[in-house]
T-cell receptor, first 114, second 116 residues
Framework: SQQGEEDPQALSIQEGENATMNCSYK?????LQWYRQNSGRGLVHLIL?????REKHSGRLRVTLDTSKKSSSLLITASRAADTASYFC??????????????FGTGTRLQVFP | EAQVTQNPRYLITVTGKKLTVTCSQN?????MSWYRQDPGLGLRQIYY???????DKGDVPEGYKVSRKEKRNFPLILESPSPNQTSLYFC???????????????FGNGTRLTVT
C-alpha cells in the first residue's frame, strides 16, 4: 500500500482562492517532501520539511507536518491558473522502510480556473 | 543549467525490439533512479544507483536493466519490450552529501514509451 496518500484526489478552484492538499503516511519519517508535476512533465521539488519541523513557508506555499497524526498539508495561497498541476508528497519511510528511495503518493490534481 | 536530460521524449516500438532510454545529469549527483508512472499507480521505482558501478532493484525491476559506468549517465535498457511496459518513464538524480533522501530529487522531463 502507498506510504503517502494525498487527499483530495482532485481539486478545482477559482483564481485567487487558496488550495489545500493533504498527505497521510503510515510509518515514521525523517522528512517529507512535496513535488509538483505539470501535465506529462517531470516532477519539480517544492519544499522539504523535516520531522522535527512543524511548519515551513516558501513564497505562496505553506507546508505543515503533524508527526503524531502522520499527516502533512500543502497550502497554496492566492492561487493562479499557472498553479494547475498535480501535487505529490514523498516520504523517506524513516527506519521502517528501505530508505534507499523516496516513496511517492498518487497525487492531487489541482485545477485553477481563471 | 543544472538538469537531468532524458532521450528520447517519445518512443513507439514493437514487442521484442531492444531499446535504450538515456539519462544524463550535470550536477555530479551520486544517486540516480528510474521511475515509471502509470494512471492510478503513481510513481514506481524501477532501479536505482547509489554511485558508479552500484545498482539495485526498485519495486518493479522485471523486464528492465540499467548500468552506471559513469557518474553522469544512467541508461535504462529494455531487452525485449512488452506492451505492459507502455508507460511514462522518469529519470531522477539526487545529491547525497546531506545524507540519502535529505535533498530534493531532480527529474528529467520524461520519456513516453508505447510498445505495440
Amino acid at each position: 500500500s502507498q506510504q503517502g496518500e494525498e487527499d483530495p484526489q482532485a481539486l478545482s478552484i477559482q483564481e485567487g482562492e487558496n488550495a489545500t492538499m493533504n498527505c497521510s503516511y503510515k510509518t515514521s519519517i525523517n522528512n517529507l517532501q512535496w513535488y509538483r508535476q505539470n501535465s506529462g512533465r517531470g516532477l519539480v521539488h517544492l519544499i522539504l520539511i523535516r520531522s522535527n519541523e512543524r511548519e515551513k513557508h516558501s513564497g505562496r506555499l505553506r507546508v505543515t507536518l503533524d508527526t503524531s497524526k502522520k499527516s502533512s498539508s500543502l497550502l497554496i495561497t492566492a492561487s493562479r491558473a499557472a498553479d494547475t498541476a498535480s501535487y505529490f508528497c514523498a516520504t523517506d519511510g524513516g527506519r521502517s522502510y528501505n530508505t534507499d528511495k523516496l516513496i511517492f503518493g498518487t497525487g492531487t490534481r489541482l485545477q485553477v480556473f481563471p | 543549467e543544472a538538469q537531468v536530460t532524458q532521450n528520447p521524449r517519445y518512443l513507439i516500438t514493437v514487442t521484442g525490439k531492444k531499446l535504450t532510454v538515456t539519462c544524463s545529469q550535470n550536477m555530479n549527483h551520486e544517486y540516480m533512479s528510474w521511475y515509471r508512472q502509470d494512471p492510478g499507480l503513481g510513481l514506481r521505482q524501477i532501479y536505482y544507483s547509489m554511485n558508479v558501478e552500484v545498482t539495485d532493484k526498485g519495486d518493479v525491476p522485471e523486464g528492465y536493466k540499467v548500468s552506471r559506468k559513469e557518474k553522469r549517465n544512467f541508461p535504462l535498457i529494455l531487452e525485449s519490450p512488452s506492451p505492459n511496459q507502455t508507460s511514462l518513464y522518469f529519470c531522477a538524480s539526487m545529491s547525497t552529501h546531506l545524507g540519502l533522501n535529505n535533498s530534493p530529487l531532480h527529474f528529467g522531463n520524461g520519456t513516453r514509451l508505447t510498445v505495440t
